[in-house]
């Protein structure tokens, strides 16, 4: 994946100043910074949720900024996990992890629920197939919800603040599920608060402030020697 000079503007309001971030296969990318930075505008940049403004997007080969792309297409190679997890509640659990590739034609019923049965034990839910959503705790609806994303067989997964809405006792079993995806060597980009997981999970570290990416390194050289001013101002309030 490949932005370059990505802008993108709500009216007046430019959101986006010019991005330059270029993410490789396997890579785990964390995007940190304050609130109204631009985090979530970006990630949404990546799978056409939003028009860009200028500059480009290439995901998995496509030209996100040509207008003939199908969307459709790209956004199956593009799994995306958000804060809510959106599952359909008079569906159960299997039944929402089924439903994107069954009704996208990517698999028949009896494959799609092999597939789903499979993904539900990746995350630890096995047991709760026929539960409805009502029924699960939060962290276990987020698992649901990566489930979901997964079931697409996508090449890459976006993350904005998948663990921002859960009660404290319950990140950690989402996070767990994140860690074991990156060790699988899934294609990553994680908008997170979680500095612990920021540090020891990504390969690669994104600063964002005020539209722009102010500094990226290593978590090493992020978190351990930060060269900007705003880099360490941040950090010196959430960690
Ligand atoms: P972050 O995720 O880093 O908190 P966002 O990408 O959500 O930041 O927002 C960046 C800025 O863009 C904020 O000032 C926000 O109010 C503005 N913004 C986001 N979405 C819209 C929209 N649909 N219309 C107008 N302004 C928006
Ligand atoms: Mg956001």
Not at 158 to 181: I, K, N
Request: hydrophobic share 40%; proline share 4%; charged share 25%.
């Amino acid at each position: 994946m490949r932005a370059t000079g990505l802008k993108k503007a709500f009216g007046d309001l430019e959101v986006l100043k010019g991005l330059d971030v270029d993410i490789h296969s396997g890579e785990v990318v964390c995007v940190i910074g304050p609130s109204g930075s631009g985090k979530s505008t970006f990630l949404r940049c990546l799978n056409k949720l939003e028009d860009i403004t200028g500059g480009t997007v290439v995901v998995d080969g496509f030209d996100l900024t040509n207008p003939k792309v199908d969307l459709d297409e790209v956004r199956q190679h593009i799994g995306m996990v958000f804060q809510h997890f959106n599952l359909f509640p008079h569906m159960s659990v299997i039944e929402n992890v089924m439903l994107a590739p069954v009704e996208t034609k990517r698999a028949d019923k009896k494959s799609a629920r092999e597939n789903a049965l499979r993904l539900l034990d990746q995350v630890g839910l096995a047991e709760k197939e026929n539960a409805k959503p009502a029924q699960l705790s939060g962290g276990q609806k987020q698992r649901v919800a990566i489930a979901r994303a997964l079931a697409m067989n996508p090449d890459i997964m976006l993350f904005d603040e998948a663990t921002s809405a859960l009660d404290p006792e319950m990140v950690g079993e989402v996070l767990q599920v994140l860690r074991d995806l990156a060790k699988g060597g899934m294609t990553m980009v994680v908008v997170t608060h979680e500095m612990g997981f920021a540090r020891e999970v990504s390969d690669r570290v994104i600063f964002m402030a005020d539209g722009y990416i102010v500094e990226e390194g290593t978590p090493e050289q992020l978190f351990g020697d930060p060269q900007n001013d705003r880099t360490r101002d941040f950090l010196n309030k959430v960690l």
